[in-house]
């Protein structure tokens, strides 16, 4: 399976600070919990990526999305 493989799966997807000054993404699905602590720094790359990759996608879309 790579990135491009679509799969209907649901997932509950959290995000925010933890009491450690970390960013976590906490992400839950078919009884797996998957949490994933950042820097913050790390956590602003990981926005960065993904505002990217939206664009990228609305762009392929031809802006229907």
Request: hydrophobic fraction near 40%; avoid cysteine; glycine fraction near 10%.
């Given at each position: 399976?790579?990135?491009d493989?679509?799969?209907?799966?649901?997932?509950?997807?959290?995000?925010?600070?933890?009491?450690?000054?970390?960013v976590r993404?906490?992400?839950e699905?078919?009884?797996?919990e998957?949490?994933m602590?950042?820097?913050?720094?790390?956590?602003?790359e990981?926005?960065?990526?993904?505002?990217?990759?939206?664009?990228?996608?609305?762009?392929a879309s031809?802006?229907?999305?």
């Open positions: 399976m790579g990135i493989t679509e799969r209907d799966i649901e997932a509950n997807l959290q995000i925010g600070p933890t009491d450690k000054g970390m993404i906490y992400v699905a078919d009884g797996v998957i949490p602590d950042f820097a913050p720094d790390d956590a602003e990981i926005a960065e990526e993904i505002s990217a990759a939206a664009a990228r996608a609305r762009r031809g802006g229907r999305n």
